[in-house]
Structure formats: structure tokens, C-alpha cells
């Protein structure tokens, strides 16, 4: 799969014949190719050179860099939990973990530096893009607490039950926020067109989901008791919360795929974010039934049955919606090559919704493995366990390259690639009222403006 992003001619150099004026003297044409040389290396080395000022780096970052970390954190845990034990693997996914720690701790700064100097976070509230990538924000925060729980916990710290239980809460209350809040927001102060639809609104919602197996994970590390008896009553919770929202929206955004077709080619790579409620809340019911199997019979002698009737529903349930997930798979992974014959697919932010959502597939594929012991499921979660990480290294690697270059964190770009959709295509009403939604009008102020505009 090939990557572009259009006018990086100041980071190219011209390979042909180099010709020189005629000879002054050797000392002059040399001193002449030194600064020509010299002047070459700076304008491809420079940092940010698309970006007007250095502010921009800050005043550019949007929250939709926290999936980022979200396929970052991932990738380290289904490397560490490789289904073929091989010990440097287990090393190398500490190391990724390592890696998205110091990342999310980055972009935190960046972001609440910029809420604070531009205190704009109102206006992210109300954009119909910038505000569903909040959601990213405790789910990256999951990966953390999953790889704390368990890449630390084999070496008997015995601070990381408290430590996880207490991070896990905070992501709790995120999610929930991110829940309730935002898909408010999008109902009462954004305008939202079917035609123009993204997968991106599961986005604040399945937080929940990710939410509830990040619970299941915090809950094994802790005894029998009333804490990891409130964790896994919560954690079924927010589970139930997010899979029953994220249907629904699923199964609009289906219905919009069917009416309008894929989406452009600069947001095609969302099509895989449905893929991540089905494979999260596959692995998530799973390792709820099972740490409801431990926990219960003890916390709740009266009805001990209960964690059994969980863990058989928890298998039946997880198998089934892993089936759902299976044919997004195949159907998102058709979408991005069919676009990909039709032109060339240009790089953005965007394309981490690769990672995670296949990452979640593969979570919950290791799940039905350590339950039914099928050889099937550990093949594939290994095959899923490669695929993940050779396209978080091609991710990362051109993400680094083009934030290198400030490509990625022009302020005017946050938000575009969603939107545009060939200008020429669009009526003087449409055109405007797709500024109306870039610029996160509400619709009070929408309908006066195309009042304004039939008076005149």
C-alpha cells in the first residue's frame, strides 16, 4: 500500500547533472557548491517547515493524535501476549508500551497547553470532527492500565492493583463523560448529513466498551472480595452502555454506506473503526465471564450459579459478535483496496483507525483461544498479531515523517479531511453550509444565514 501527501517538493532533492558556471577559480566554485550544498541540507532537515510560526505546533494539535496512542498501546500488549512464546518479543512489546507511555504524557501536555493558551475547548466541543476524537482520550489512557496490569504484574509489584484500580477510575469517568456528552452535543449543536457521515461518532461512545474490558483486566489482579465485585458489576455496566449505542450507530452508518457509498478516498481508512465495538466488546464480554467465574461463587453465595451462567454467556455471546466482526474485516479491507486502484490513498491522522480496531479483532480472536483451546483461534491471533505490527511500523513511520515536516499539525487542516468533498460537485448552498459545519455553527445560526442569503 502506497502513501502520498501532496507538495513535499521542499523535502525532495533534484537528482540530474549539476553544471557550473564557468571557471573563476577553483577556491570560488568550490566555496559555491559548499553553500549550495549547505542550503540543500537545511531546507531538508529544518523542522516544521510548513508551519508559518512554532506556535502552530500547539495551536495544530488536535485530540484526534490520542489514537495515536491508542494503536501504539495495543500493538505493545498483543506483541507481549504473542500466542507463540518467544521471550524477545515479550521485551520488545515492553518497549512499545514504554514508548506509548512517554507519547500519551507528550500529547497530554500539548493538548491541555493548548486549552489553556487558546481556551478553545468549547469550540472543539462543537465541531462535528474535532469533538468526536475526544473519545481517544481515555481509550488511550486503557492501553496504559491494561499494559501496567499486565506486563508488571508477573514481577510481583505489589502497587499495581492499587495503582491500576485508580487509573482505571479515571478512565471511567472520561468515558462516561465522553458518552454522555458528546453524542448531546452532536444531537443538539452540530450539523450532521448522512451523506456526509463518518465512523468516527462511534468514536465517544464504545469508550464504555474499551472502559469495561480494561475493568475485566484490573479486576484479575485483584482478590476475591467487594472490590472486584464492583469492578465487574461496573464493568458489565459500561459494557451494556456502549454496545447498545454503537449498534445503532453502526447500523446507520451502514445504511449511509449503501446510499452513498464509500467514503473519500482522504477518509477511507474509517471504515475499520466499526470493526473496533464488535472485536472490544467480543474480548471484553469474554474476560468478564471468566473473571465472573472466579469472583462470584465467593462474593455471592447465595446465587453461586451466577458466575457460571456469566461465563457460558460470555463465550456464546463473545463467539457471536466475533462472527459480526469478521465480515467488517473483509468488507473494510475491500474498501481500502478498491479505493486504492482508484488513486492513491494520501496520509493522515486517519489512518490509525487501523490499528486499534484490528487490534481488538485479535484481542478477542487470543480470548476464544484461552477458552476453547482451538489451534484455529491461536493462528489467526497470531497472524492478526503480525498484521498489527508491521502497519503500526509503516503508521508510525510515516506519522513521524510528516509531522516532521508540520504537514500533520497545520491548524487549517484539523477537521478538512472529512469534509471535502470536491467543491465543484456542490451547489452554492451546499458549499455553504459545509462551511457552516467546518466552522461548528449551531443550527439556530445556520438557518439565519440561509435566510440571509435567499434575501439577498
Not at 123 to 152: D, F, Y
Not at 208 to 234: K, L, M, N, Q, R
Amino acid at each position: 500500500m502506497h502513501t502520498a501527501v501532496t507538495d513535499f517538493s521542499e523535502t525532495t532533492l533534484e537528482m540530474g547533472t549539476v553544471c557550473f558556471p564557468e571557471p573563476q577559480s577553483r577556491a570560488s566554485s568550490d566555496q559555491d557548491r559548499t553553500i549550495a550544498t549547505s542550503t540543500k541540507k537545511r531546507r531538508i532537515h529544518r523542522p516544521m517547515h510548513k508551519l508559518e510560526s512554532s506556535s502552530d505546533i500547539v495551536r495544530g494539535f488536535s485530540p484526534a493524535w490520542f489514537t495515536a496512542t491508542m494503536g501504539t498501546g495495543i500493538t505493545g500488549i498483543l506483541v507481549f501476549n504473542f500466542p507463540y512464546h518467544w521471550e524477545p518479543l515479550r521485551y520488545i512489546g515492553m518497549a512499545i508500551a514504554l514508548f506509548n507511555l512517554l507519547l500519551y504524557i507528550l500529547f497530554a501536555v500539548l493538548f491541555a497547553w493548548r486549552l489553556i493558551w487558546y481556551r478553545d475547548f468549547y469550540s472543539i466541543l462543537l465541531h462535528p470532527q474535532m469533538s468526536m476524537s475526544l473519545g481517544t482520550i481515555p481509550m488511550g489512557l486503557c492501553t496504559i492500565v491494561i499494559s501496567l496490569v499486565v506486563m508488571i504484574t508477573p514481577y510481583g509489584a505489589p502497587w499495581v492493583p492499587t495503582l491500576g484500580l485508580v487509573l482505571w477510575c479515571i478512565c471511567v469517568v472520561l468515558s462516561v463523560l465522553s458518552y454522555l456528552v458528546i453524542p448531546f452535543t452532536a444531537i443538539t449543536h452540530q450539523q450532521h448529513l448522512l451523506d456526509k457521515m463518518n465512523a468516527t461518532l462511534l468514536l465517544p461512545v464504545v469508550t464504555t466498551v474499551v472502559a469495561a474490558s480494561t475493568g475485566a483486566v484490573v479486576c484479575s489482579v485483584h482478590d476475591i472480595g467487594s472490590a472486584a465485585t464492583v469492578i465487574i458489576f461496573i464493568s458489565y455496566i459500561l459494557w451494556a452502555m456502549g454496545v447498545g449505542l454503537s449498534l445503532m450507530i453502526i447500523t446507520i452508518y451502514l445504511v449511509r454506506l449503501t446510499m452513498f457509498k464509500l467514503p473519500p478516498k482522504e477518509a477511507i481508512v474509517s471504515v475499520f473503526i466499526p470493526l473496533g465495538p464488535f472485536g472490544q466488546s467480543s474480548y471484553g464480554i469474554q474476560m468478564l465471564g471468566a473473571e465472573s467465574l472466579r469472583v462470584l461463587p465467593s462474593a455471592l453465595p447465595h446465587i453461586s450459579y451466577l458466575g457460571e451462567v456469566l461465563y457460558s454467556t460470555g463465550f456464546f455471546l463473545g463467539l457471536l459478535i466475533w462472527s459480526f466482526a469478521i465480515w467488517w474485516f473483509f468488507h473494510a479491507s475491500y474498501s481500502i483496496i478498491y479505493t486504492r486502484f482508484r488513486g492513491r490513498l494520501p496520509f493522515n491522522l486517519g489512518w490509525w483507525a487501523l490499528i486499534f480496531p484490528i487490534g481488538t479483532f485479535a484481542s478477542s480472536s487470543s480470548a476464544l483461544w484461552a477458552i476453547t483451546g482451538y489451534t484455529v483461534f491461536r493462528v489467526l491471533n497470531a497472524i492478526l498479531n503480525s498484521l498489527i505490527l508491521l502497519l503500526w511500523v509503516l503508521v508510525m513511520a510515516n506519522t513521524i515523517r510528516y509531522a516532521w515536516t508540520g504537514e500533520l499539525l497545520k491548524p487549517a487542516s484539523i477537521g478538512q479531511l472529512e469534509l471535502k468533498h470536491k467543491s465543484s460537485d456542490l451547489s452554492d448552498d451546499d458549499q455553504d453550509s459545509a462551511v457552516d459545519i467546518e466552522e461548528g455553527r449551531v443550527p439556530g445560526e445556520m438557518y439565519e444565514r440561509q435566510n440571509q442569503r435567499q434575501s439577498a
